[in-house]
């Protein structure tokens, strides 16, 4: 409760970096293509190879797996605010572009990947600044054992992924720690 009352004090958030630093959200985004545990895509939306492919990782048929997409996850922002971070156009033809908190990239929302998770889109400010919020102050109130551990997931992860870049190491062991000690 108190965490709550914390929360809604908080100032308006500054915009997250990869949603204005293209070369940063490039990066973040291609890792998230190539991550084994991520795999977001597909590129073309046809690729009926894709969607066969997520439907067996979820062990579920293709019509339900395509009813899994960024436009629904719980990580995906299209707040206001959000929306006044991103440089141009957020719409086409096919859906629009959000902001994944879980991967840290613009994603668009006939889209998905593998961590895909319900109970999204994010529509309001107030929860939007809330998943900045969590972001920050899970980092300042973890305790020792778990900023090791995430040491040691972060190094890890660079031994298996030496691609990767070190922000997208960062969220990926943050995600893991969240879910380890909750
Ligand atoms: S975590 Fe959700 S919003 Fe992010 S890429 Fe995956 S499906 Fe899209």
Request: glycine letters at 4%; a positive charge.
């Amino acid at each position: 409760m108190l965490k709550v009352k914390f929360l809604s004090k908080l100032p308006v958030l500054a915009c997250p970096l990869p949603a204005k630093d293209l070369e940063l959200n490039t990066r973040n985004r291609n890792a998230a293509i190539k991550a084994d545990h991520i795999q977001y895509g597909p590129l073309n939306l046809s690729d009926e190879s894709y969607w066969g492919r997520l439907a067996d990782h979820w062990k579920t048929d293709e019509e339900t797996a395509k009813k899994s997409l960024c436009g629904n996850c719980v990580a995906f922002d299209i707040s206001p605010r959000m929306d006044d971070c991103m440089p141009g156009s957020v719409s086409d033809e096919e859906g629009r572009l959000g902001y994944c908190w879980m991967h840290h990239f613009k994603c668009h929302s006939a889209r998905t990947c593998y961590t895909w998770a319900a109970g999204g889109p994010i529509k309001d400010n107030k929860v939007s600044s809330e998943w900045a919020s969590k972001n920050e102050l899970n980092e300042q109130k973890r305790s020792k054992k778990e900023k090791d551990w995430i040491s040691k997931k972060i190094s890890y992860l660079a031994k298996e992924n030496p691609e990767t870049p070190n922000d997208q190491r960062v969220a990926i062991a943050l995600n893991m720690a969240n879910k380890k000690f909750e």
